[in-house]
């Protein structure tokens, strides 16, 4: 198993425990049964991605069963009319989930709709859709996650809810000690340190430079891909709900400084002992009990030990910065590059400051004693900025470049990083040698076969290997995903975007408990992450998790009491229960919302089959009313082509200086002299024929002259 992959993180709980329904080992539960499926009614046995299906994706589903031979399967509308019929395919035994099964493919229904049921053998799935948006709402969700992680700054009920809202936690107002002043460790350090801000790592409220570092380079690796597939419009300038929406920066770039600001302060000032060098983490000096808001914490903070790990996951995370946001923010992307160069400098002066595994007292440890994949990784990350020798030496000169595991069987993670490396090598356009980025490249693509072929022999299509299911699977699951995706952009394959969009599936309910593990995402959703804000579970008068939170999933370790108690004697892919108290299954953490946030951001990507032809859109520009220093006026887009329009963004130049500084009707940013405008909720989708419109009022130097041409979701307009 991978450096650190398993390693577990100890959480102290409150001794109160939920009295209502639980998921447990794939069956539905109460306090009442006597046992694990005592008295309890089993999920239906036909397992589907619970909130649906792309038409023009991969369309499958699992069914549990004891026959041998093939079954009929029917694929009915909500009507009750069948639309399609097959056979399934027998698999036998699935040794992961302890079941036998068989898999049903209705790939070639290319139908849109929903309440769609999949029916075999008598078993009826639970309802689904099958759209083009599909995966448009969790995509905002996904990333929305992060906001509502933030530490630092009031979570706002405009934004969130009321149910989510909270006060800034950890600015120093009582109960809270604070972060904007926090002291070392004892013999650390003899100064306090800035470290405000930054994203709590899971449900307690450490904040982790390990952790943090892979996931703030997902979520801007996820824009840079989109980017550079011309695809990013969907993740730009209010597209999420942030404070910063409106400011000119692509949301997921707003969301991440958040932590790439934290990342920086965590690094040791000038003058001090290991300066450049980064704190390892910043945790309360004890456990917390739950439930506990972040405000309410009284618990005293501490910087740890700076640690090898943490300096170069900055100096990789503050390199990216570097390339990505030079394009909105150049004096940030020079600060970034800055922090990131005195970083490498300082963990090569510095290669083995090790992080203990004993150091989790009131946080987790994140030990990492190999960094030489931390070193590769940073090393790719600053050559690919720079295109600097010294640091292209670094990386080819690293075993990692050459190695044949930097792809592991259990794909890359927090602290096996070297993966992250190969894969800004193999994408971002680079001054190495045709041969040396072919070969990076086809280990991009080897990797992901081998995931490929991992799926196709289990039941359940999951790209991990059978002892695979340690803390945190799903994020594994998800990061694993990600390969095959960036393996399908650098081949054109399809197989590999079939690959990605099933792991999506198995996330959603296609498993062995029947189990979304995406909050709000499904019929039967987790709901009772291990968190100390959202903690319903414990009182009603706590939220549950916000839409779109991934729980950590199985977990054959059963490393923590509720999981020992209720999941005895579980196969390795049914080791999971929603319950708050199940830290080691069922907790969320930054790690795992990235690649879910980044694989999201890619399935709800719209492909060339579904996307309106040049020309069918028909816009009109009508000026309603004019002034010496003003202007309003309506625009309305029409679709001319022949299938639904779903999600649209409108675009066009002004041309004499005009500036809008309100609208209705739709959401318009600014940019210079280009304008984009993106419908609302319930004027997002245009049929054919359909119209949308929306007005717009803004300042203007004497004249008001009306654009001349517009574009629909990137096509020219007629």
Known sequence: MPTGASLPRPR?????????????????????????????????????????????????????TTATQPLTWQLREASGTAVASGATVPRGADT????????????????????????????????????????????????????????????????????????????????????????????????????????YDAGDHGKYVVNGGIST??????????????????????????????????????????ELDFLMRMQVPEGKPYAGMAFHKIHDAAWT?????????????ELHRPSTAATLNLAAAAAQCARV????????????????????????????????????????????????????WAAAELYATTDESGYRDAATDSSWHTSSTAFSAYGFGWADTAALGRLTLATVPNGLPAADRDRIRTSVTAAADDYLSRMAAQGYAVPVPADGYFWGSNGEVANDAIVLAVAGELTGKERYRTGALETMDYLLGRNALGQSY?????????????????AHQLDASWPHPPAGSLAGGPNSGLQDPVAEEKLAGCAPAACYIDDIGSYSTNEVAVNWNAPLAWLAAYAAERTSTSEQPTGACAVTYKTD??????????????????????????GWTYGAGQRVTSAWNATVTQNGTAVVARGTDWNRTIAPGATASFGVQGTAGGTHPAPTAFTLNGKDCT
């Open 12 to 64: 102290r709980l409150a001794a109160t425990l939920l009295t209502s329904s639980l998921l447990v080992g794939g069956l539905l539960t109460t306090p009442a049964a006597a046992a694990v499926g005592s008295g309890a009614a089993a999920t239906t046995a036909v397992r589907v991605n619970q909130v649906g299906y792309l038409p023009d994706g991969p369309k499958r589903a699992t069914v549990v």
């Open 625 to 650: 009313s004019e002034w010496s220093t003003g202007f309003t006026a309506t625009v309305t887009a029409k679709n001319t082509g022949k299938t639904a329009v779903d999600g649209w963004q409108l």
């Open 518 to 534: 995406v909050s709000g995402y499904g019929e039967t959703s987790s709901q009772n992450q291990h968190h100390r804000f959202w």
């Open 325 to 376: 946001y030079r394009a909105y923010d150049p004096a940030f992307a020079d600060r970034c590059l800055s922090a990131a160069r005195k970083a490498w400098t300082a963990a090569r002066a510095n290669p083995a400051l090790y992080a203990p595994d004993s150091d989790s007292t009131g946080g987790g440890a994140y030990g990492d004693t190999t960094v030489s994949d931390e070193f590769y």
């Open 289 to 301: 009990g739950m439930p506990l808001r972040p405000d309410q914490d009284p618990q005293p903070r």
């Open 96 to 199: 992961p989930s302890g079941q036998s099964v068989q898999v049903a493919d209705f790939s070639s229904f290319q139908g849109a709709g929903s309440g769609y049921v999949l029916t075999v053998d008598g078993s009826s799935s639970v309802p689904f859709d099958l759209r083009a948006n599909l995966y448009d709402g969790l995509r905002s969700d996904a990333m929305a996650f992060f906001h509502h992680q933030r530490s630092g700054i009031p979570i706002d009920a405009s934004l969130v809810g009321s149910a989510h809202a909270r006060p800034a936690g950890h600015l120093g107002v009582a109960p809270n000690k604070g972060d904007t002043s926090v002291p070392c460790q004892a013999g650390v350090c003899d100064y306090t340190q800035d470290v405000r801000g930054g994203w």
């Open 217 to 258: 380079w997902l979520m801007v690796n996820s824009f840079e891909r989109a980017k550079r597939a011309g695809k990013d419009a969907a993740l730009g300038d209010s597209s999420l709900k942030v404070p910063e929406r409106g400011n000119g920066v692509p949301d997921v770039l707003d969301e991440a400084r958040w």
